[in-house]
């Protein structure tokens, strides 16, 4: 079993960052995965930025050049650096791990609010 303990979210003005960290626990972890999705009322969840043990990465088209995701693979983190915030930013981000390539982990979610 894997836990993810998130933070970082909260309420920040358009143009300004926040950084969100998730850590992962558990046994013998064999994690090939990580990143970050985000969701809002209505809509379905979506990939905002994902980081596979090759430092490889994909992010949402919306956020590049604004969001930077980064991993400590020896401490089983992620984190997701959000720059130059606009108020479509504003959603629930969950932490999301892939293990041994078949098994996702998800986080219990953090508000992002980006608004004046």
């Known amino acids: 079993q894997v836990q993810l303990v998130e933070s970082g979210g909260g309420l920040v003005q358009p143009g300004g960052s926040l950084r969100l960290s998730c850590a992962a626990f558990g046994s013998s972890l064999r994690i090939n995965r990580m990143g970050w999705y985000r969701q809002t009322p209505g809509k379905e969840r979506v990939m905002v930025a994902v980081?596979?043990?090759?430092?490889?990465?994909a992010y949402l088209e919306s956020v590049k050049g604004r969001f930077t995701i980064s991993r400590d693979n020896t401490k089983n983190t992620v984190h997701l650096q959000m720059n130059s915030l606009k108020p479509e930013d504003t959603a629930v981000y969950y932490c999301n791990v892939r293990v041994d390539l078949d098994t996702i982990y998800w986080g219990q979610g953090t508000q992002v609010t980006v608004s004046a």
């Open positions: 980081m596979n043990n090759y430092d490889g990465t």
